[in-house]
Structure formats: structure tokens, C-alpha cells
């Protein structure tokens, strides 16, 4: 089979690897000049830095493996993470249970209720129980008011916006479930992964690995619309910067864009299926990336639990990994989720680092000016796909209505949160199923 495959991101890279390792050729097109996706790197100081900050659970066996598929185990490092929370003005630990005992912003019986719940949620495998409910919901019923407004409410605000009181409960299950597999025991702290090459690494010998077993990867080069033919999917007319457009044909062709894009792409789709592209709220990652001389904090991952702060969290990727991958600076993400039309969205770097910066002075009042040796701005589109209630019920079918037509993105990883893990799982489902449907 020869199949066509929109998106260069770790779903469409996946899909690709997985048909050409079942002898199968796969031709990627990738509207930017690069590819990764929203775990794409740029260089910082002679080392590679995801423009969103990624690492690996010990759950995210998907990824893991194809990192030792593809020869990069060794790279591969388990790191005991360092997570805080800032409230009242405070970075408190916030990485285990212990710490949780020593949060004196709750009373003892709300320290016990929320430790009791977090329990109870890690050893929960039925997630469709919570589909039903709102995280807000569900939260203020079990630890009740006063944790729900210390801890969760401005979390969830800082996530989700103005959505955070529709977000589904199985949504936060997934967060939390999954986060305590990454702990060796239920007492200590998690351990989270990360490839000493930066994840950039992996996809660029994916990349090579796929061209080696017969696919093709052309970036730089976007896809104007997917040519159906008697309401089967033929191929694709490409679209490339100043040259005529350019139409090649496939067997089978996989969308692995954001469902609003996808809808622009092909012929109109019967009403139900449609619903469920349109339906759908993103809201972009806005991250601010600060290169300093000097540690801000000494954890790797900081909620911000103060929404008099305009950023969700502090993410400090040298206190995770060492500072001799930058140069021997600091690497510090302060990040976002915003819907295009919020101001945030729309600052440009030098105004969203004026807005950023008085902050970091309450969070270390040592902080001054000085310490930032660079500053990077990235705006990722479609990174969060806003999970409501009964959410299942609503995701759209990898088989689309257009036969030899197929959709993978985002919207369809549920319960679990977004990420590369899901997305190598989904791309290579997606083209095992491509090869079942023709008979291969």
C-alpha cells in the first residue's frame, strides 16, 4: 500500500514507522520546517530544548519502547522529580505524602481528606465512574470547599479558563491514576523520564529510520485539500510555497491535524460526524522560556495555586535534568493555556516577558532582572482539547464517513491526557487499522 500522512508530529511519525515496518510505503507532509510537533526542540546555548517542556511517565510503555526500538535506549534517564506548589505567597513541597501532612494551609482533616481522595483516585481503574461528573463537582464533595479552593480550583482555572467548572472528573482521574506509576512505592516521590538527546533526538532518527524502510518525509510542505473521488479518499493536492499545487495519489490517506483543520480539507461530512470535529474547544500552550544564570527555585515542577499570577506553572528544566546540556545555564518554562482571542495569546515576547517578570519576585524574592541571560516565546495551537462531561461520547471515529479516509489527533486520546506517549499508541493503531480495513 502507498498511504498519505498530514502532520509530522509523533502521531503521524508513528503511523508512518508502523506501515513501512508491515513493508508498506508512507509519505509524510508536514507544513512546518521542522518536525515533532508540540514536542519539537530549537537550540538553546549548544543543546536541544523542546519548545514545550516533555517527559516521560513510567506508564508511557508506547514511547518508551520505540525509543528502544530505535536504538536510543541508552539515552534514556528515570530522574526522581522535585514538585512544589505556590500558595500564600510560599513554594511548598508538594511531591509525596509526607508533603502533603506538612501543608499547614489546610486543617488536618482536610490534609487527610485530600490525601484519602488522591488514594482512592490511584487506586481506581474504573475511570468511566467519573465520567458523568465535573472535576468541581467531584472535588468539592470529597475534600470539600476549603482543599477545593486552595489546591484544585486554581489549577484547574489556570488549565482550563473560563472551562474549569466543565472539565470532566475522568479527565483529572487520568492525571492523577497515571502519575502514581511513576512511584516506586506509594510513600516516595515519582520518577519521570527523559531522552539525554532531547526528544528531538528521537524524531529525527525516527525520521531517518521510516526513509531507510521505504516512506518518504517532506517538510515545508502543506496539504491543501484531500481529493475524494465516488466518496473514497485518492490523495492529496500539496501546497508549496512558490510552486504550482501538486497532486499525488494514495491508497488510503491519515489527517493527523487538530479537527477544526481537518473540516477544512475535505468535502462537507455527514451532520454527526461533523458536530463532533466543530464541537470541540482547544485552547493553545503560550510559553514563555526564561535562560538564566542562576537557579530560579529548586523544583523541576511548580503549580502556581494564585491566580493573581497570570501563568498555570513554573516548569524548571535544569533542576531535572543537568545544566551542562544548555551551556550551564538555566532552563525555566513559565507556562499557559489560553484561547486565541485572550490577551495573553495575543502579547507579543516582549510584552509577555514585562507582564511575566514582577511575578517571579514573589515566587523568589531574590530575583532580579540580571539573571536573564535569553528569553524565548512559542505559541502551540491546538495543544489542549477542553475534556467535558460524558466526553466519550463525543469523539470522533478514527474511520471517517469518506472511506480510505482516517482522522488521529488529539481529541480522540481519552481518558488520558495528551502527550507523546498516546500519540505514538493512537498513530500506530491507526495504521494497523489502515492495513486491516484493505485486506493487508
Known amino acids: 500500500m502507498k498511504v498519505g500522512i498530514i502532520g509530522g508530529g509523533a502521531l503521524g511519525l508513528a503511523a508512518a514507522y508502523e506501515l513501512g515496518l508491515q513493508g508498506h510505503q508512507a509519505h509524510v507532509f508536514e507544513r512546518a520546517p521542522f518536525l515533532g510537533g508540540q514536542a519539537s526542540t530549537f537550540n538553546v546555548n549548544g543543546g536541544r530544548l523542546e519548545k514545550g517542556y516533555h517527559h516521560l511517565f513510567r506508564s508511557d510503555t508506547d514511547m518508551v519502547e520505540l525509543i528502544h526500538e530505535l536504538g536510543l535506549g541508552h539515552k534514556l534517564s528515570w530522574i526522581e ?51 458523568a461528573v465535573t472535576a468541581k463537582e467531584w472535588l468539592e464533595k470529597r475534600i470539600g470547599q476549603q482543599s477545593y479552593r486552595v489546591v484544585w480550583e486554581p489549577m484547574l482555572r489556570g488549565k482550563f479558563g473560563k472551562h474549569y467548572d466543565k472539565v470532566s472528573m475522568a479527565w483529572l482521574w487520568g492525571k492523577i491514576y497515571l502519575r502514581v506509576s511513576s512511584r516506586d512505592a506509594i510513600w516516595s516521590r515519582e520518577k519521570l523520564g527523559y531522552p539525554m538527546g532531547s526528544f528531538g533526538e528521537i524524531f529525527d532518527v525516527l525520521a531517518k529510520k521510516i526513509e531507510q524502510i521505504g516512506g518518504e518525509i517532506r517538510t515545508s510542505v502543506g496539504v491543501k485539500r484531500i481529493v475524494v473521488e465516488d466518496g473514497r479518499a485518492t490523495g492529496v493536492e500539496l501546497d508549496i510555497p512558490g510552486n504550482s499545487p501538486e497532486e499525488n495519489r494514495y491508497d488510503a490517506v491519515l489527517a493527523t491535524t487538530p479537527s477544526y483543520i481537518f473540516t477544512r480539507l475535505v468535502p462537507p461530512l455527514p451532520i454527526r460526524f461533523q458536530e463532533k470535529l466543530t464541537n470541540v474547544t482547544y485552547l493553545s500552550a503560550v510559553l514563555a522560556i526564561l535562560v538564566l544564570n542562576r537557579p530560579l527555585t529548586s523544583k523541576y515542577w511548580l503549580n502556581i495555586a494564585d491566580r493573581s499570577i497570570p501563568f498555570v506553572g513554573v516548569i524548571e528544566q535544569t533542576n531535572f535534568v543537568d545544566t551542562s546540556l544548555y551551556g550551564g545555564k538555566h532552563i525555566v518554562y513559565l507556562t499557559n493555556y489560553r484561547s486565541p482571542d485572550d490577551p495573553i495569546y495575543k502579547m507579543g515576547a516582549e510584552e509577555l516577558l514585562e507582564k511575566y517578570l514582577p511575578h517571579l519576585v514573589r515566587i523568589n524574592p531574590a530575583f532580579d532582572r540580571s539573571w536573564v541571560h535569553d528569553y524565548y516565546h512559542h505559541k502551540v495551537d491546538a495543544a489542549q482539547p477542553i475534556i467535558g462531561v460524558n466526553y466519550g461520547q463525543r469523539i470522533p471515529e478514527v474511520r471517517t464517513p469518506i472511506k480510505s479516509l482516517y482522522l488521529a489527533n488529539t481529541t480522540q486520546i481519552y481518558p488520558e491526557d495528551r502527550g507523546t506517549n498516546y500519540s505514538v499508541r493512537l498513530g500506530r493503531r491507526a495504521a494497523r487499522m489502515i492495513l486491516e480495513d484493505h485486506g493487508q
Open 81 to 131: 522529580s522535585k514538585v512544589g506548589l505556590f500558595y500564600a505567597n510560599k513554594v511548598w513541597n508538594f511531591g509525596s505524602p509526607k508533603d502533603l501532612l506538612a501543608f499547614k494551609p489546610l486543617s488536618v482533616l482536610d490534609r487527610f481528606r485530600l490525601g484519602a481522595a488522591t488514594f482512592y483516585l490511584q487506586k481506581t481503574q474504573n475511570w468511566r465512574k467519573f465520567e
